[in-house]
């Protein structure tokens, strides 16, 4: 076997073994919305035997990182159904890497102003990169 060898991993039959880890790109709106360089992004990894997306707020109360998706709105939703599209429409695979913040939500990065949801009253240390 070696990297390019077809490989079974669970339901799935990839086209070879190479798998495109998440990196955050910080390529959404403020809102949370990919934007359309994230379709021509992922669309030219689409021959990598998977492609893992970038980490992706499940909720509001998730997102805390400057200009990272959410899969929560309708916008959002149809921004990564162009991505899927576009790397399906390639013969790719790709599954979205679901991430909440946590504590570590800065308030500046978020569009609601309720307070985070995270296992710990105790704020985070360090600094976080907002857009102001």
């Known amino acids: 076997m070696d990297l390019f060898s077809p490989l079974n991993l669970g339901d799935y039959s990839l086209p070879n073994r190479i798998v495109m880890a ?16 994230s379709a021509e992004y992922y669309g030219l990894r689409a021959d990598a035997g998977l492609l893992l997306t970038e980490g992706t707020a499940p909720s509001a109360a998730g997102l805390g990182y400057a200009r990272t998706p959410g899969i929560y709105s309708p916008e959002q939703i149809e921004q990564w159904r162009a991505v899927t599209d576009g790397v399906h ?18 308030a500046g ?24």
């Open 22 to 37: 998440p990196m955050t790109r910080s390529r959404a709106d403020a809102q949370g919305v990919p934007s359309p360089l």
């Open 89 to 106: 429409g390639k013969g790719g695979r790709i599954f979205l890497q679901i991430m909440h913040v946590g504590r570590i939500a800065h």
């Open 109 to 132: 990065n978020r569009t609601i102003a309720d307070v985070p949801v995270c296992p710990s009253p105790v704020r985070a240390e360090g600094q976080m990169w907002t857009d102001s």
